[in-house]
């Protein structure tokens, strides 16, 4: 990387004024110009229904960046005209991984370490994993994301560990955030993972759900009810 020995860099962050799914155009853009900064070749996505991973399939290409795009398990969250059906697996959406999978995008599909079998027991009797998710919650959902898409795509092996790569996630639909880190697994995550740098997130976070009915939300959703 050009500058990775200079003592003090100065680059660019983007901050948004709202969370959410209208931002992940300016974040796909912020991507492509660090990655070109950095010389970083890959690109982690935190996508539920592929349509944010579409997106930076479009405005990367030509950069000669891998993609790896990870998803939720076969599910629905909540929106204004009834349940989304997440999770690529799902026929609904085999239209966008065919697609996907034609130009070279490589999918992870696993259990969350930050969301693991004892989140069951909700929060009454907090677990170290509870605490971790709750407390990276407050740099905001896309920034908590976005770090364990890293992990996720690290433990599945589309990412080596310790590799300098950018991680984008979002709040509820789209992208809002992108991170450049290095990458680690999850049983290393205290010891060797680093955010290095911050390329774009809101300036706000949600702590109420649905989150599309809070005033600092911003997003298109009709087009999630197009499957």
């Known amino acids: 990387m050009a500058d990775a020995t200079r003592d003090t860099v100065t680059r660019d962050t983007v901050y948004f004024g709202y969370c ?6 300016s974040v796909l853009h912020a991507v492509r110009e660090r990655c070109r900064q950095l010389g970083i070749r890959t690109v982690v996505i935190a996508s539920e229904t592929g349509r944010s991973a579409l997106r930076a399939l479009d405005v990367l290409r030509g950069t000669g960046t891998k993609l790896v795009v990870v998803t939720h398990y076969p599910a629905t969250t909540w929106g204004p005209k009834g349940d989304i ?9 085999s239209h966008i991984r065919e697609v996907l999978a034609k130009n070279g995008v490589r999918f992870v599909q696993g259990t969350r370490p930050l969301a693991p079998p004892s989140r069951a027991i909700k929060w009454d009797y907090p677990t170290p994993e509870a605490i ?3 407390t ?3 740099f905001g959902a896309g920034t908590k994301i976005a770090i364990e898409a890293a992990v ?10 310790g590799d300098e790569i950018v991680s984008c996630a979002g709040t509820y639909k789209g992208l809002d955030t992108a991170l450049v880190v290095r990458t680690a ?18 300036r706000c976070r949600v702590g109420k759900l649905p989150e599309y009915e809070q005033e600092n939300w911003r997003g298109d959703l009709e087009k999630y009810y197009d499957w």
């Not at 959410?20 to 155009?25: H, I, L, P």
């Not at 996720?152 to 560990?161: F, H, I, K, Y």
């Not at 995550?189 to 809101?202: C, D, H, S, W």
């Open 20 to 25: 959410g799914e209208v931002n992940t155009e």
């Open 85 to 93: 059906p997440i999770g690529l697996t799902r026929e609904e959406y």
């Open 132 to 134: 971790m998710d709750k």
């Open 136 to 138: 990276l919650e407050v």
């Open 152 to 161: 996720m795509a690290t433990d599945a092996g589309e990412v080596s560990e």
């Open 185 to 202: 697994y999850s049983m290393n995550f205290f010891t060797a993972f680093e955010v290095r740098e911050v390329v774009a997130k809101p």
